[in-house]
């Protein structure tokens, strides 16, 4: 009973601990990528995210910002705004530059690339925390955290060697720590208010199954679609009864055009084995009522039978008893004509 007791408070307090002020996205970054075709040729594409919600894009060849929610810019003034986006120029230039210039000494052969994710993110019972972290062709490179840079370990010797030259720039570090510690946290804040009502919406998913393309002889693919829902988060899986079937497959989340969500959900069966197998979406805009859609519901085949015998079966006996009616009380009346035309001839 205590164990009980226990169990049910451990999943309230962790359902509690979820549901709290934390709802939509909890973090900002923004993400470079360099593109080094050749010794000459750069492209740099940059934007900005609130989790898995892209609000900024970048226009690399004037260097401006584009604003793509009219919430994006969150509280900060223009002047702010202009602090930020004047170390992001300076970086955007800076940067595939001093890189060329170490390209040599690193050993680095064209084409490469150069990605980082860089911002910060709201914790539970804890301050905000920021991240600075890069990538070279793939691989983890180095993370920079609190005037410290920390090489990858598949970063190799490169990785140490990047960190020790970063750490000589003491004012480019500077600049750094002021971005990430100080205006990543009050603007994450801010744009999370601003934009509140569009990022804590809920909209509902609508699903529905089709056949794949066939998997083999005797076989089937069941596609389960569920498209439109918002937030991202879902749950879709095939059920047989309330069994889930270890062979769905989730494909990735997808977006829709209209910053909703769309996931396919496929399983392989034997052709025999469709019936009785369902979809089941659950999704916090369903407040607890999930979709569920059936491939040829055994029972519901039942119902059709039953729908069709039960009526043509009481239609019959219906008219199996009007007939024996009729045909009684036509006898009886037969009777009684004989019977009369027997006392007519009496006369
Ligand atoms: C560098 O790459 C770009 C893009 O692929 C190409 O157009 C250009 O001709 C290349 N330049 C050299 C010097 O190879
Ligand atoms: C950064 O390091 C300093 C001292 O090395 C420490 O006092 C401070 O709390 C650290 N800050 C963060 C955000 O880790
Ligand atoms: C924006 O909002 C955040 C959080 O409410 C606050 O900390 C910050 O001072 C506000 N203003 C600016 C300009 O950052």
Known sequence: MLFLLLLLLTVLFQGGDHMDDFQGPTSFYVIQISSFANSTWTKNQGSGW???????????????????????KGNFSDQDLEVVLDAFRVYFIGFPRELRNYAREFQMEYPLEFQSRVGC???????????????????????IQNYSCTPASEGGWRAKKFCAIILQYQGVLEIIEKLLYSYCPRFLLGVLDAGKSDLQRQEKPVAWLSRGPTPGPDRLLLVCRVSGFYPKPVWVTWLRGEQEQPGSRRGDVLPNA??????????DVAAGEAAGLSCRVK?????????????????SVGLICLAITVPSLLLFIGLALWFRRHRIIGQSGLNKIVQEELYFQRI
């Open 50 to 72: 609130l989790d898995d919600v892209q609000i900024h894009g970048w226009e690399s060849d004037s260097g401006t910002a584009i604003f793509l929610k009219p919430w994006s």
């Open 121 to 143: 993110e709201l914790r539970h019972g804890e301050g905000p925390a920021s991240f600075f972290r890069t990538a070279l062709g793939g691989l983890d490179l180095l993370s």
């Open 258 to 267: 209209d910053g909703t969500w769309y996931l396919r959900v496929t399983l």
């Open 283 to 299: 999704h916090s805009s369903l407040g607890g009522q999930d979709i569920v859609l059936y491939w040829e519901h055994p029972i």
